[in-house]
C-alpha cells in the first residue's frame, strides 16, 4: 500500500509544479500548497474519505471540524494557520470536514471559525515526524478542541 501512497503524493507534487496552480478538485477533494506548506481538504463522501485515507501518513497535521452532540461533520470552516510569530502560512475559506496539512517543525496557531465562533489552539510539530490530530467542535456553546 505505501508504493500507491508514494505514487499518489508524488503525482500531486508534480502537478502542482507544472502549473496546475495551487490547488485543485478531485471529486471534491481540494489540495494545494502555500510556500512550504501542503495541504488536502475533504471527506464529504466515502470517496474522499478514501483518498485522504490513502494520504494520511504525509501530513503531519490532522484537523477534524464537526458538530457536537449529532457528530455532524463540517466543511464550512474558516481555517488560517499562522506561525510562532502570527505569520499566517495557510488560509483556507471553507475547509473540512477533514484537513490534512504537512508543516514543517515548529509551533502553530490554528484558528478555525463557524457559525461565527473562533477557536484557536497552540499546535507543535516536532522533528520527530509524529502527526498530530486535532478536532474542533461547534455546537450551543463554545467548546474546546481536543488535541492528541
Known amino acids: 500500500m505505501k508504493p500507491i501512497r508514494t505514487m499518489v503524493t508524488f503525482a500531486l507534487a508534480c502537478g502542482l509544479q507544472l502549473g496546475m496552480g495551487s490547488t485543485w478538485a478531485q471529486d471534491g ?86 457559525d461565527e465562533q473562533e477557536q484557536s489552539r497552540s499546535v507543535t510539530i516536532g522533528r520527530n515526524g509524529a502527526a498530530r490530530e486535532v478536532y474542533f467542535y461547534w455546537g450551543a456553546k463554545p467548546d474546546q478542541a481536543t488535541t492528541q
Open 29 to 114: 477533494l481540494v489540495t494545494g500548497s502555500s510556500g512550504a506548506v501542503t495541504y488536502a481538504s475533504g471527506g464529504v463522501g466515502s470517496e474522499q474519505r478514501e483518498a485522504l485515507a490513502a494520504m494520511r501518513a504525509d501530513f503531519n497535521l490532522r484537523l477534524t471540524f464537526a458538530t457536537r452532540g449529532s457528530g455532524e461533520m463540517r466543511a464550512d470552516v474558516a481555517l488560517t494557520i499562522t506561525d510562532r510569530k502570527r505569520n499566517p502560512v495557510l488560509s483556507l475559506d471553507a475547509a473540512g470536514p477533514q484537513v490534512y496539512v504537512k508543516l514543517p517543525p515548529g509551533t502553530y496557531w490554528v484558528n478555525a471559525k463557524a
